[in-house]
Structures are given as structure tokens and as C-alpha cells.
């Protein structure tokens, strides 16, 4: 009962929330009054069926308490989180979405943000899926030094990515080569966004790919190569298949991570309207000239992008989510 009372909560506090944002651009103040009550007296209603709905006959008095005490920390991130994301989308106007849909430039950092996302994520695709394998399977020694080198870009600042980048295009000789004699350009270049991409986000998709590996069992592989299969077709017929999953949520949590991130580009390919401009840099740029509501309404595109990836993550990736 109290688990339907929270699901019945919880979809009434999203209804109430998208239609007091959709009222505030169609400027029907008493709608947005009337929605915003009722969305703000909905959360708590789910809160509390939730902590309800948690099954603690067992616990005793001490337990159920502390299960109280835990829960309040979740749900006051959770509501904290809620407000923020509903403070913003409150804030924005339909001049703004309006100026967001038609402003060519917006539209060009769309596209380009899509095109060069979906060109990271297949070559980190590319790499990932040879050696999440590799990490998983094979004992060799420095493979702790491996494992940590492909976290390091989870873990430090994305402005590092960028800086190192710019750095080694500019001022080794190998990275001056490359540009001038093999004329791959990438400093303040749109093949530098992909570049810059890959470099960030690439690791989550290898260790995404990597513990999809570790929970298929060996022992189906070394069946199949009783049964007459090479290690190429194993691999391609028994490994990879049940690891399709942890893959597929590598690939999303890939692109997602590529699709938004900022810093690095700002220092290697710069934020040039109509070339190397992306919405992330787009967030930046209507910022710093003081268009707030536009700015806003580009970076709410971006928190829902963040969303449906996770969501999508949750229902396909099964239990292969990222692990550090």
C-alpha cells in the first residue's frame, strides 16, 4: 500500500513540476502558483511513503530508527537536486526556448555536439571492447599500472585533458609533426573536439565494457572452443554477446559524458561560433553576455540529455553499470 502511495506521489510531484514549468512560459501565474503547491506538498508525501513503504519488521526499535536516520540523508540530497533543476526551468521564459530553437548558431553547436558525441563513443567503442577483454581476462605484469592509467581520466580535473592536449600539439616535436606534416590538425580545430572527447570520456566506456566481461563465466568460452570454435569466435560468439549489455551502457554513459563536457574544450579548441562551438561552450558563451535565460534553457537541454542516458543506463546495462 504505502509503495503504490509513493509511486502515485512521485508521478504527481513530475506531472505537477512539468506543468508549472510549461504554465511559467505560457505565463499563467495562477496556474504556476497552483502547480508549485502542489508539487512542493507532493515530495514530502513521497518521502514519507517511501521510508513507509521500506520493510522493517524485523529491525526493532534501534533499527528502525537508524533506517529513519539514513533515509533522511537521501531524501534531502534528493529534494535538493529536485530544487535546483526546478529553480532553473522556473527561471527561463518562451522568449528564451523561442530564441534557443530559431538562433542558427544554437542550432550548429546542436549539431555539431550530436555529430562529434556519436563519433567519440564509436571510437571509444573501438577500443574499449579489445581492451576491457584484455583487463579482464589476461594476468600480465603491470596490469594494476593499466587498470589505474585508464581511470586517471575519470578522476582528474577534464581541464587537465584539455591542457595536456594543447601542450603536446604545441610544444613537442611529435605533436608538431603530426599537425604539419601529416596535416591532422587539431588545436582550435573540430576534429580537436572529438579528440578532447575521447580523451575524457573513453575510460568509462572501458571500464564499463570491462565489468561486463568479468561477469561472463570462462567456462562457457572454454566450452565453446571444445566444441570446435577459435578463441576469435568464442569471443565474437559467446563473450561479446553476454557482455552486450555492459557495452551498450558504456557506449550511452560515453556519449553522455561527451555531449557535456566543457573545460577542456575551452582550452584546446577554443569556442569559435559557426566551427568549434558545442552546447556546452554555448552555456558559456550566452552566460558571459549576460543572456541568463538562454544560457539556462541550453543547459537544462543538457541535465535531460544526463537523464535519459542514466535512466536508459539503468533499464538496459543491467548490472554492468561503471565500477572503480
Avoid at 497552483?34 to 507532493?42: E, G, L, P, Q, R
Avoid at 585533458?161 to 590538425?185: H, K, M, P
Avoid at 570520456?201 to 564499463?208: D, G, K, L, V
Amino acid at each position: 500500500m504505502f509503495a503504490r502511495a509513493a509511486y502515485c506521489s512521485l508521478v504527481f510531484f513530475i506531472s505537477s513540476s512539468i506543468v508549472a514549468v510549461l504554465a511559467n512560459l505560457m505565463e499563467w501565474n495562477a496556474a504556476v502558483r497552483f502547480f508549485t503547491v502542489a508539487m512542493w506538498i507532493s515530495l514530502p508525501l513521497y518521502f514519507v511513503a517511501a521510508l513507509l513503504s521500506i520493510d522493517t519488521g524485523t529491525l526493532g526499535w534501534p533499527g528502525r530508527i537508524f533506517t529513519v536516520g539514513t533515509f533522511l540523508f537521501l531524501a534531502a540530497f534528493t529534494a535538493f537536486a529536485f530544487l535546483l533543476v526546478i529553480a532553473d526551468a522556473l527561471y527561463i521564459d518562451a522568449a528564451a526556448v523561442v530564441e534557443v530553437a530559431r538562433s542558427p548558431f544554437i542550432g550548429k553547436a546542436l549539431q555539431l555536439s550530436v555529430v562529434t558525441s556519436v563519433a567519440t563513443t564509436a571510437l571509444a567503442l573501438l577500443f574499449a571492447v579489445p581492451m576491457g577483454y584484455a583487463l579482464s581476462r589476461y594476468a600480465f605484469p603491470g596490469r594494476v599500472l593499466a587498470d589505474t592509467i585508464v581511470d586517471i581520466p575519470i578522476v582528474f580535473p577534464p581541464l587537465v585533458a584539455g591542457l595536456t592536449l594543447l601542450i603536446f600539439f604545441c610544444q613537442t616535436d611529435l605533436g608538431t609533426w603530426i599537425e604539419e606534416n601529416l596535416g591532422l590538425e587539431f588545436v582550435f580545430q573540430p576534429k580537436g573536439i572529438v579528440l578532447c572527447q575521447f580523451v575524457v570520456s573513453a575510460s568509462f566506456a572501458i571500464r564499463s565494457v570491462k565489468t561486463a566481461f568479468d561477469e561472463v563465466d570462462q567456462r562457457l568460452e572454454k566450452v565453446a572452443l571444445t566444441l570446435g570454435y577459435t578463441q576469435w569466435g568464442s569471443f565474437c560468439h559467446v563473450s561479446l554477446p553476454l557482455a552486450g549489455r555492459g557495452v551498450v551502457a558504456g557506449a550511452i554513459l560515453t556519449w553522455a559524458r561527451a555531449f557535456g563536457i566543457f573545460g577542456p574544450l575551452m582550452i584546446f579548441v577554443g569556442s569559435f561560433r559557426g566551427k568549434t562551438e558545442v552546447l556546452s561552450t554555448t552555456i558559456y558563451l550566452e552566460q558571459s553576455v549576460g543572456n541568463l535565460e538562454v544560457a539556462l534553457t541550453v543547459a537544462l537541454l543538457l541535465i535531460s540529455v544526463a537523464v535519459v542516458a542514466l535512466l536508459t543506463i539503468r533499464l538496459v546495462g543491467g548490472r554492468a553499470l561503471v565500477k572503480l
